[in-house]
């Protein structure tokens, strides 16, 4: 069955620090891979996407991903985390033939100043 | 580029009675979801269209839940009647075309049922 794990539900780091968000997935066929961020009482909006080719993908607002197909993750990180990045972070799979997204549970991830 | 509208963006309601969303997808977008976001979960898709037929409805309830996009353009999500367990965040989300593309969403309508 296809399903996305995310194992962290709550994050917290200080203002500068380094992030990583950890995201498995199993999906049958090659996935394609995507981070969304919410912020209270707002929609998701598109961090990164990864479809093919280059496993390492750059986003917007300074983030990354790697894909690992060994290892059936997509971990998110960024560098140096800035107090606006406060947020829920969502890994989705999408199938293939339809674009149906499959979401984690999505980590929160709080920033202390 | 407009994004994906929703409305109402608030809705509390009692048991047992109906309510309706709204939504109009970026312009261009073949392809239109609704998903159901239960506080403290990832949203789970209910119901996808590709222009005015039904793609994937596996997951809508649909005995109590009802969607259409008559014209292929904009699309309405009914319950009726509601139950405690349906408050949750409706979003609608829009694609250019199914299968490998990103899909863009709109701002999500909070249900509350008391």
């Known amino acids: 069955a296809q399903s996305v794990t995310q194992p962290d539900i709550h994050i917290t780091v200080s203002e500068g620090a380094s992030l990583e968000l950890r995201c498995n997935y199993s999906?049958?066929?090659?996935?394609?891979l995507f981070w969304y961020v919410q912020s209270p009482g707002q929609g998701l909006q598109l961090l990164l996407k990864?479809?093919?080719?280059?496993?390492l993908v750059q986003g917007i607002k300074g983030f990354e991903a790697e894909f690992k197909r060994s290892q059936s993750s997509f971990n998110l990180r960024k560098p140096s985390v800035h107090w606006s990045d406060a947020a829920e972070y969502f890994c989705?799979?999408?199938?293939?033939?339809?674009?149906?997204?499959?979401f984690g549970q999505g980590t929160t991830l709080q920033v202390k100043p | 580029e407009a994004g994906v509208a929703q409305s109402p963006r608030y809705k509390i309601i009692e048991k047992r009675q109906s309510v309706a969303f709204w939504c109009n997808p970026i312009?261009?977008?073949?392809?239109l979801y609704w998903y159901q976001q239960i506080l403290g979960q990832g949203p789970k898709l209910l119901i996808q269209?590709?222009?005015?037929?039904?793609?994937?409805d596996s997951q809508l309830p649909k005995d109590r839940f009802s969607a259409e996009r008559l014209k292929g353009v904009d699309s309405t999500l009914k319950i009726q009647p509601a139950k405690l367990e349906d408050s949750a965040v409706y979003l609608c989300?829009?694609?250019?075309?199914?299968?490998?593309?990103?899909?863009?969403f709109g701002q999500g309508t909070r249900l509350t049922v008391v």
């Open positions: 989300a829009s694609s250019l075309m199914t299968g490998r593309t990103e899909a863009f």
């Open positions: 999906y049958g066929a090659t996935p394609y």
């Open positions: 990864y479809f093919s080719g280059d496993t």
């Open positions: 989705a799979v999408g199938a293939s033939n339809t674009g149906k997204l499959i």
């Open positions: 312009s261009g977008h073949a392809t």
């Open positions: 269209f590709q222009n005015n037929g039904v793609v994937d």
